[in-house]
């Protein structure tokens, strides 16, 4: 392990929680100190290389309330460059922090990087996760969650516990493996098992007979969409990625790959153990784990089949997908109705259509996204926009529409502008399920339907109470619409949540533009920003 000097890190995070202070105001600050290091792990009986934070895999919970400030100094142990992203979290007018090749330098070997996060106007369940190599195969990622502020009404009583429940497909290979056969142009073969909180099997949920619990699950996996359920209890979905929703009684709940819920159990059956299970959706072999939901006092193992879960129907999915919308009258993070923005009602400044693309150039496997296969740039795009580096990346290198031409490489940034109302489809033609996530937003799911889109598909949206999230699914021969409203100035990374995919190209970058230099629209650089590739040798600040 490298040793770090903590008498430095506790100076910078002093001189930077009076920095936040000044920028943000009196909110609460909470501090977070951790050490990214290599150790071994067996979370399918073999011996790996993971990736572990202060020791742990998976990483630390980062607890917070709406508008905290939250400064986390990490430090990189590793031998290679590293990063995190906060997936769900929207770093309002601060993109430099979101932790993405193309927002923010790596951290390098044996040196320290402190990230100044501000919750702005957010609840809910969230995760973070390294975004470099392919990292995200060896962990380094944990759950993030954000409680309302004292004062807020929130629409159910307080849970008698809260648990993160992280769910996600794994490989056997260390992620270095898996990395050097993509970068030869092959595919990955399918998944291996599925982790519970970092682990096969026993992971355990403790529960006391008559009382309820909040669990929230991500699955922080790398490709497959993953179906949750509990033996002999019932599930109340009551947030999906920072908005209260419609309390609805589920059995099962499939999670899409990079997607969050949380919902309510209640341990109203006989003092026992029964199983959770967890099991892959729409693959050919179906993977399945099993953990522990234990009742105080329990003597009894879980007994009996293991519930059973759906495996590859579409329409089953679709119609759960549909169920879930936006709780009109509960408050968000502010005490006014989640329902009180009107979104079926503002008109549309603009319609993208992004289709997913896949093939072979030069003779090697790559993705992408209306025919371009993204290859990041040698420097990241938001410190070339700062400095006004040219040459680095071209403004929208994308088309807004498929072109239904061959794939090719480029830097791909969309142009989008501050402060307008824009449509989204997302169109699939392939025969797999796929996982789109934005950067710095929610989005309201509009719609979503198999076949081809239309500007007829719009008479069926829902433009009242559909769910505002940051991460959907398109299901096989399907599209999916979102509605955003453009209030988030920065450069924002789209991506698949099909992690190898994401690996080859299937990503770009949406530049929300405006010429305003007002700090009411975007912070400056953080001062302390570390910088990279042209931008090395700047200054953060004038001297």
């Known amino acids: 392990m490298v040793a770090v000097d903590r008498s430095v890190s506790t100076a910078v995070l002093f001189c930077l929680s009076f920095f936040a202070a000044v920028v943000t105001g009196e909110s609460p600050y909470r501090f977070y100190d951790w050490n990214v290091t ?9 011996r790996q290389q993971g990736i572990l934070i202060n020791g742990q895999f998976p990483g630390p919970d980062i607890h917070s309330v709406t508008n905290d400030n939250v400064i986390i100094n990490v430090h990189n142990s590793l031998d290679e460059p590293f990063l995190i992203s906060w997936n769900g979290v929207q770093n309002r007018r601060n993109s430099y922090v979101d932790g993405m090749y193309g927002t923010t330098c790596p951290i390098p070997p044996r040196t320290n990087y402190t990230y100044i996060l501000q919750m702005k106007d957010q609840i809910g369940s969230f995760y973070y996760f390294p975004t470099l190599a392919f990292h995200k195969a060896a962990g380094g990622f944990g759950g993030i969650r954000i409680l309302s502020r004292p004062g807020i009404p929130v629409p159910f009583a307080d849970p008698a516990g809260d648990y993160t429940v992280l ?3 794994w490989y056997k290979s260390n992620h270095t493996d898996l990395k050097a056969r993509l970068d030869k142009g092959k595919k990955l073969p399918s998944p291996d098992g599925i982790l519970i909180n970092g682990r096969s099997s026993g992971a355990t949920i403790n529960v006391e007979q008559g009382k309820t619990y909040r669990l929230r699950i991500s699955n922080v996996g790398l490709q497959n969409s993953l179906n949750f359920r509990i033996q002999g209890h019932k599930m109340k979905l009551v947030e999906v990625e920072g908005t209260h929703t419609l309390q609805t009684i589920f059995s099962e709940l499939d999670v899409h790959v990079g997607q969050t819920y949380s919902v309510l159990i209640t341990a109203d059956q006989s003092p026992r153990d029964y199983y959770v ?32 879960g759906p495996s590859i129907q579409v329409d089953w999915s679709l119609r759960q997908a549909r169920a879930i919308r936006t709780n009109l ?3 968000g993070p502010r005490p006014n109705p989640q329902g009180s923005y009107h979104y079926g009602l503002v008109p549309l400044a603009r319609t993208i259509v992004f289709g997913s693309s896949a093939g072979q150039i030069n003779g090697k496997q790559r993705y992408g996204v209306n025919s371009v296969s ?25 088309s807004d529409k498929p072109t239904g031409g061959g794939l090719y490489l480029d830097t791909s940034v969309l142009q989008v502008d501050y402060r307008t109302f824009i449509e989204i489809v997302f169109e699939n033609q392939e025969d797999i399920v796929q996982s789109y996530h934005l950067n710095g937003y ?12 239309s500007s007829s598909s719009r008479n069926g949206y829902n433009l009242r109470d559909g769910v505002s999230r940051c991460t959907v699914q398109v299901y096989p021969k399907s599209w999916t619409a979102i509605y955003i409203a453009l209030d988030n100035v920065g450069m924002w990374n789209l991506r698949s949540e099909f992690w190898a995919r994401q690996y080859l190209g299937q990503q ?19 001062k302390n920003s570390h910088l990279c590739g042209r931008a090395k040798g700047r200054h953060t600040r004038p001297l």
Not at 375 to 381: F, G, Y
Not at 444 to 451: E, K, L, T
Not at 509 to 517: A, L
């Open 38 to 46: 290599y150790g071994d792990i067996y979370p399918l009986g073999v």
């Open 167 to 169: 769910i996600g497909d």
């Open 277 to 308: 299970a967890v099991s892959s959706r729409f693959t050919d072999k179906i993977n399945t784990t099993t953990g522990v939901l234990r009742y105080s006092g329990s003597s009894t193992p879980a007994s009996g089949p293991v519930p059973w």
């Open 329 to 331: 009258t509960a408050s």
């Open 374 to 398: 993204f290859v990041p740039a040698d420097t990241p795009l938001k410190l070339a926009d700062y400095f006004k580096i040219s040459g680095v990346y071209k403004v929208n290198s994308i």
């Open 442 to 453: 929610s989005f309201w799911v509009v719609g979503m339907d198999g076949g081809q889109w």
């Open 508 to 526: 770009l970058y949406v530049r929300v533009y405006t010429t305003s230099t007002s700090l009411r629209d975007e912070y400056p650089i953080p």
